[in-house]
């Protein structure tokens, strides 16, 4: 993959850094986003492709990009498809700062020191290239505006924008409503956009668990109620496998 083109991770971090702040919007659920962006990415470079509900590595050559490619390795290293809320809902520690940090060794950001409460040391990212981030933003405006079906990469940034919901910040207010509704619409117009973008939202919801079982036995010590059935045995062999709680969400660094 050639370095002169951006990454859709790098576009949505640019998309959610305020310039007036030098903050990112929805830091956690953008941590979520870029790791959604990273499969999208690998998918348009044609190295892993959408099965079902799951993501399944289809040519494990590295693609040029360090990022992606530890990406692309872990997901080969699974050895079989996996489904693509399990790896967004995985822990990513330092993915957003590991894309800031490029970003500035590309010059496209730089890094401001200061103080949070006049003692702890925070560092603010400033867009250096505001051309950079008008080209991106004007893709999603013109797409949003005209209506016209957009490129996969532009209507995949649009879906993961709206995913992290980066909507309200891109959009801001009862003005930016109508914005924000055909923004969401974009979704429908990359499949892989769509399938990542909606795993990233049932993530935040905490949909991510197994399917659901039937119910659980009454009890002990509880009489089932009159005409009940009694709760099916396990086959046998075959241990109960445990429920499992909704999937931690990624730390934000």
Known sequence: M???RRTLPEE?????????TGT??????LDLGLAGAQLVELALAG????????????VPRPTGDPTLDCALELLRRRGAPVRAVHWIGGPRL????????HLERCGMVAAVPGQMCGVLPTTRYQATDTAISREIRSRLDSAIRTGVPPDPRTAALAALAHAVGLGKHLYPGNEGRSSRSRLRDLIRHDPMGGLVAHAVMDVQN???AQPRRGPAP???????????RPAPEPARGVPM??????MARAVAH
């Open 2 to 4: 050639g370095r002169s």
């Open 94 to 101: 330092g993915l957003r700062q590991t894309y800031l940090s």
């Open 218 to 228: 009454a009890p002990a010590g509880r009489q089932a109620a009159p005409g009940a």
């Open 206 to 208: 905490g949909a991510a």
């Open 12 to 20: 949505l971090l640019l998309l959610a850094l305020d310039p007036a």
């Open 241 to 246: 496998q445990p429920r499992h709680g909704s």
């Open 24 to 29: 990112t919007a929805q830091p956690q659920s």
């Open 47 to 58: 190295r892993i492709a959408p099965d079902g509900d799951r993501i399944a590595v289809v």
